[in-house]
């Protein structure tokens, strides 16, 4: 049963513009592992050890092998129910923008048009020393190199590294513009990417969350819904069409 009042869909009908705010909870139904959590990835494999630059340095061949392994997962997904629904919102709100912290393409796959990736996407990658762009590469296990010689590395936000400026710019925008701000699938730890809440709170937007358990944000949200995206989402656009 879907906990929102008649009120909360009236201002959801009537949103000129609703930001989708994502972490790794919106593919999970996907089939894509989250990070942290009861399945989390990182039960198994130590962020420090694979998701930072000196690590890659140190042992590139098994850090490639770790995103050859996700990209395999990441190219067989498919957009959820939850995907599909935020792309449908663009049908009955006159602006809608999706942020993620996903490398996964899965936004652009569903149909959304407005898009900022805070965190890179794992089908790019670039060389380290000549930042030459390479999409397509060729599935083996050995990290390719460049024809400057250089590592090819995804693009992908490690610990430590800027975000891209002109993504996380375009959040911050779209993000102290809008009048409805949905968090959906993140734990919101991780640091400037969680500090758009916080930019939505100052800004006056409506901050509803989708979790399937509460966060560290919970208390900052005016509602927190507890469950699974792919169930409440399209849930709500069933009341907005009605
Ligand atoms: C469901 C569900 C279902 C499940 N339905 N829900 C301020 C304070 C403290 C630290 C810092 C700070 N500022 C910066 C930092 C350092 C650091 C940081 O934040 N550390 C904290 C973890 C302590 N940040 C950085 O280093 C960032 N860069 C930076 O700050 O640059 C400036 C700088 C430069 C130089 C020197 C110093 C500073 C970069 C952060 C990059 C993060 N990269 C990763 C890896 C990407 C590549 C890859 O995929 O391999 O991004 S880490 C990982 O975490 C990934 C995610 O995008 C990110 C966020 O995780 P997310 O999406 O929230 O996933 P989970 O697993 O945590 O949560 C899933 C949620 O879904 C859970 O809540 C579930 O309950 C829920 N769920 N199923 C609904 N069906
Ligand atoms: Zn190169």
Known sequence: MLDLSKTDIERIKCAKHIVFFSGAGMSAESGIA???GKDGIWNKF???E??????????????????????????????NAGHLAIAEFQNYVP???AITQNIDNLHKRAGSHNIF???????????IRCKTFYNDIEEKVEIPQCKCGGLIRPDVVWFGEYLPEDQFQGA???TSECDLFF????????????????TAKYNGAFIIEINIEK??????????????????????????KE
């Open 34 to 36: 989250t990070f942290r």
């Open 46 to 48: 130590k962020p420090e």
């Open 50 to 79: 694979l998701a930072n630059f000196n690590a890659f340095m140190k042992n590139p061949n098994m850090v490639w092998e770790w995103y050859q392994y996700r990209r395999n997962i990441v190219r067989h997904a498919f957009p």
């Open 95 to 97: 602006k809608v923008t």
């Open 117 to 127: 990736e805070l965190h890179g996407n794992i089908e790019r990658n670039y060389c």
């Open 172 to 174: 911050e925008i779209a």
């Open 183 to 198: 968090v959906v699938g993140t734990s919101a730890v991780v640091y400037p990417a969680a500090s758009l809440i916080y």
């Open 215 to 240: 966060t560290e944000i919970s208390s900052l949200t005016n509602k927190s819904l507890l469950g699974e995206v792919g169930k409440i989402l399209p849930e709500i656009l069933k009341k907005i």
